[in-house]
């Protein structure tokens, strides 16, 4: 069954910590896999995917395809960063375009 | 010049009522869905939908129905609604992935809170 889990409802950190919101996948094949973000009182938007390979805002998230993992990963949070976060599923090209499967959202707070 | 924009923010209404929500996008794009979040920031796709195909998600009940009217529209059309039926709905778009070698992300509207009473 094609699922992706996010075990941390909420994460809170202090300012400058590093963190890390976990996400696992699975599916039988090669996903696509991203991040969103939900700001407060913002529209979900792209953080970053999979095939980027790129910094975000200070983050970023590597595929691992032995784990079926893609943490999002950043070494200094800001008080900034507090939002929601959502791992995201979508099969390879060529498969159901666009239709995300997300996870359950990790809720990341950073405290002064 | 808001790319993907739904009316209403919000949205409350009775039990039993019929109700609808508009999305429209100025992306160009070919693609449109609809996106449920419920009370526990769960989100589920509900339809996506361009002007070959429409997929629905096999959950959702046939009170919802996408309208389309253009290529720049896809509007939630909601009857009878029910309590649980209160959410936040999102809209969102992609182009088309013809051409490409990987999926392109989606861009969300705002949201539209909906609560029924």
């Known amino acids: 069954a094609q699922r992706v889990t996010q075990p941390e409802k909420l994460l809170s950190v202090f300012k400058g910590a590093p963190v890390e919101l976990k996400c696992n996948y699975s599916?039988?094949?090669?996903?696509?896999l991203f991040w969103y973000v939900q700001y407060s009182r913002q529209r979900l938007q792209l953080l970053l995917r999979h095939i980027s390979r790129e910094s975000i805002k200070g983050f970023t998230a590597d595929l691992n395809k032995g784990e079926t993992s893609f943490h999002l990963k950043k070494p200094f949070a800001q008080e900034e960063d507090s939002a929601m976060y959502y791992c995201a599923l979508s099969p390879p090209h060529g498969g159901s375009q666009g239709n995300l499967i997300f996870g359950k959202g990790t809720k990341l707070s950073v405290k002064p | 010049d808001t790319a993907v924009s739904q009316t209403p923010k919000y949205l409350v209404t009775q039990m039993g009522n019929d109700k609808s929500i508009k999305c429209e996008q100025n992306?160009?794009?070919?693609?449109m869905y609809w996106y449920k979040q419920d009370s526990k920031k769960f989100l589920k796709i509900m339809f996506s939908?361009?002007?070959?195909?429409?997929?629905i998600n096999e959950t959702v009940p046939n009170r919802f129905s996408p309208k389309s009217p253009d290529k720049a529209h896809l509007n939630l059309h909601i009857n009878s609604l029910e309590l649980g039926d209160s959410a936040v709905y999102f809209c969102?778009?992609?182009?088309?992935?013809?051409?490409?070698?990987?999926?392109?992300?989606?861009?969300f509207g705002n949201g539209t809170r909906l609560t029924v009473t």
């Open positions: 599916y039988s094949g090669s996903p696509e």
């Open positions: 992306l160009g794009h070919d693609t």
């Open positions: 969102a778009s992609s182009p088309n992935n013809v051409g490409s070698q990987h999926n392109s992300p989606l861009h």
């Open positions: 939908y361009n002007n070959k195909e429409l997929i």
